[in-house]
């Protein structure tokens, strides 16, 4: 109990350090050092104020037991053996939320994110099957109160998209969006299917932090900006000007475009953005690489390429291969019910970094 106690004492005593640095005008001087110490202090917030409820239990624990020794009551007593039997069961519960808030947070898990979605294997039906998944996100994303900007689309030849590019910007949202990266692959019987045949077809997600100025500094001399007429959907406006932008990073080869605004200035800012969160995903991800090699990790190791998740239409189920867990309500959750899949994903995460923290 007084290790636990000790840890969360230093804590605190660090939020207050904390506090005092963010009010230096030396250190707001330095915009990168203000803004990761602003954030480390919003975060330790909900520590401490666990610490506060859990230092109060601990002494009102201590304060009935005295009484429980000393006092000759027994009404008196019968009070205080009742109010010690909740607070030792609040105790109980507060030692397991605490363990879970001292696991240590991912630094890009209070992010937004920018989401690829591609169609894979299965020409048409794949296409078809990523307008599903961007219109299953889209209704989780609006039920929460996320807000969802379109960067960049590419229609089928047929239906639906061979890709699409959104901006999600809200609380917390890559902490609980990365877990969707991969394959998805959808197993049945497609519109183009005469002999009502099921088929297996798959797409990728991509769910990547959007990166700020002050995680990803981009020498624009090294980027190649090309402009070029858009097509497809958006109205008639889009192929009459140059109004689409590709950005092109020379040194990494890495491309980012936006077509979905009217303005060329608009569609350059977003691409830069996805530039810059698809240069620091690279750096994220040889992150995580060099951590799976000390310690796999089963559920956010972000790889692309990795089959994630089926969902099977014939036998109206989804299934996540991560954790084993299938979900029999295939209708509900490809109109935005997904919250389910999502926790259940976030405790597998939970437990593994529990089990990491005791080894």
Not at 129 to 134: A, L, N, P, Q
Not at 149 to 177: A, H, P, Q, R, T
Not at 189 to 216: F, L, N, W, Y
């Amino acid at each position: 109990m007084s290790g636990l106690l000790d840890k969360l004492e230093a804590i605190k005593m660090r939020r207050e350090e904390v506090g005092k640095l963010i009010v230096d005008p030396a250190v707001i001087a330095e915009m990168k050092r203000y803004v990761k110490l602003n954030k480390e202090y919003k975060e330790l917030e909900p520590i401490v104020e666990a610490y506060n409820e859990y230092k109060n239990i601990i002494e009102n624990i201590e304060s009935s037991k005295e009484i429980l020794k000393t006092e000759s009551d027994n009404e008196f007593k019968d009070m205080a053996k009742s109010e010690l039997e909740d607070l030792e069961i609040r105790k109980s519960d507060m030692d397991e939320e605490i363990k879970l808030l001292l696991i240590p947070k991912s630094p890009e898990d209070d992010k937004d994110v920018i989401i690829e979605i591609r169609a894979g294997t299965g020409g048409d039906e794949a296409c078809i099957f990523v307008e599903d998944i961007y219109r299953m996100y889209t209704m989780y994303f609006k039920n929460i109160g996320w807000s969802i900007e379109l960067i960049n689309s590419n229609e089928g030849s047929v239906k639906g998209y061979k890709e699409i590019v959104l901006s999600i910007k809200g609380e917390g949202v890559f902490g609980i969006l990365k877990f969707e990266s991969g394959v998805h692959r959808v197993q049945r019987v497609p519109e183009t299917e005469s002999q009502g045949r099921v088929h297996t077809s798959a797409i990728t997600v991509a769910v990547m932090p959007e990166a700020e100025d002050v995680d990803i500094d981009i020498n624009m001399a090294d980027v190649r900006r090309d402009t070029y007429r858009a097509s497809g959907a958006g109205g008639q406006h889009v192929n009459k000007t140059e109004s689409a932008v590709r950005l092109t990073h020379i040194p990494t080869g890495i491309v980012s475009e936006c077509q979905d605004g009217r303005s060329q200035h608009k569609n350059f800012e977003k691409a830069l953005t996805m530039l810059r969160s698809k240069m620091y995903q690279v750096e994220l991800e040889k992150a995580q690489q060099a951590r799976a090699e000390h310690r796999r990790s089963l559920v956010s190791s972000g790889d692309r390429s990795a089959k994630i998740r089926t969902y099977n239409y014939p036998q109206g189920r989804i299934t996540d291969h991560r954790i084993n867990k299938t979900i029999y309500n295939l209708a509900n959750f490809m109109n935005g019910d997904v919250q389910e899949m999502i926790d259940a994903l976030k405790m597998a995460e939970n437990a593994e970094k529990l089990k990491g923290e005791e080894e």
